[in-house]
Structures are given as C-alpha cells and as structure tokens.
C-alpha cells in the first residue's frame, strides 16, 4: 500500500502549487523517525515549514533543509506537481461553475490525486491520500469529487490503484505532510524565480513530474470541458 501525503504553496498568489510526495506505509514510519530527527538536532525546532525559518538563521534553515531532502532522497518513491497561473484560470473559469470552481484549488487536488495514481511505481498497489488541515467545505467537495472520479475513471487499470477516501491530518503532528510542504513551497518559488529554491529544488532527485497549467494548457482543459458539458459557456 501507498500513501501520498499532499499540501499546496501559494495561495492567493499569481501561481498556486499543489505537491503530492508517495511511499510505501512502511516507508512513511521510517521517514518520520528520520525527520525527526533532523528536526531535533541542534539548534531544534518543533515542526518544518518552509515559509517559517522559527527563528533560525539561514544558514541553519538551509543546514536543515539539506538534511530533510537526503531524507526525501533515500525514502520517498514519486513526487508529482501541479502549477496553477491563477490570473488565467480565473479568466476561463470563474463564474461558470460554481463557487468551487472559482479559484484552482479542486482543480488542483484533484489533478494531483489523479496524476499519483496514474504514476504509481507499482501498477499492481493501490494508494492513500493525506491531505494538510483544509476546511470542511473544500475537503467535503474534493470527497465528492473523488468519490465521482472512481466511478468514471476510463482506465481500470487506474481504477483499481485508488484506495481508502482522502483524509485531513495535521501537518505539525504527520511529519510527511511537511515534506510535501518543503516540495511544494521549493517549486512555487523556483518557478517564480528563486534561484536558491531552483538549487534545492534540484537536489530532489526522486522520479517526478511538474505538470503546467498555463494559459495554453487552461484553455485546452477549458475547451474540453465546454465539449462535455456546453452549458458550461452559458454560465450556468
């Protein structure tokens, strides 16, 4: 069995980025032992977040960070990622669907969620998904949406992957939904120009894919959607 840990970086910002790291279970107990550890190790801090240093200085916020992604390196099976250009899904996207689908992040779940399963290291295994602290109206849709998606999945191949229903944990007390935070805040930046973050983010060297919702990309998916459901371009 697998797990994804999931979490985003960028909200209500121009790039919104959606991060899913994915293990064997087992993999999971091992990397929290690890991680703590790291954590612990002078001078300590209670929990990661790449946004928050705690207090420390840079060059020990970067020490830490080198130690957590040998962490990742050694134990972590697939990363996936999502990029959002928030300013054009709006201009497809906003007002034509509904409330939930007025900003990108149930586009960008679910496209993690989808893309984790599709891409499992073990065609033949099934996966889990832990998502960070979200509120009930966004972790009730996503449900919603999940459950939708395994009826009408194309692929039964895929189908079958998919294990328990998603559920929401805190990041401060399940240490790989901070690994998730660290891959998701590293891309954000980079892909906004950080070249310390581009540095980091080439120390990760797990099997990956970034996966680009651009202007192009938006427009295709927009397209396709409307092709589905044309009622779609009304508004309604």
Sequence with gaps: MYVAHIDESGKGGPV???????????????????????????????????????????????KKIDGLIEIINSLVARGDLGLIHVGQY??????KIGATFDNPFHQGYMHIITQCAIHLPDPNGKIDFVFDQIDDTQYLELLDAYRRFKEICPDPAVKRRFGQEPIRRDD????????????????RH???????????????????????WDEEQLAEL?????????????GF
Aim: charged share 20%.
């Design 16 to 62: 919104f980025t959606v991060g899913g790291l994915s293990a064997k279970a087992e993999q999971w107990m091992i990397f929290s032992d690890q991680w703590q550890h790291v954590l612990d190790e002078a001078p300590s801090i209670p929990f990661f977040k790449y946004s928050d240093r705690q207090g420390l200085s840079e060059q020990a916020h970067h």
């Design 90 to 95: 709006k201009a497809f996207f906003r007002g």
């Design 172 to 187: 401060k007390e399940v240490l790989p939904l901070q690994a998730a935070d660290l891959w998701a805040g590293l891309m």
């Design 190 to 212: 980079a892909y906004e120009g950080d070249r310390g973050a581009a540095a980091y983010l080439k120390k990760i060297t797990v099997p990956n894919r970034c996966f680009v």
């Design 222 to 234: 927009w397209g396709r959607s409307k092709a589905r459901t044309p009622q779609l371009g009304l």
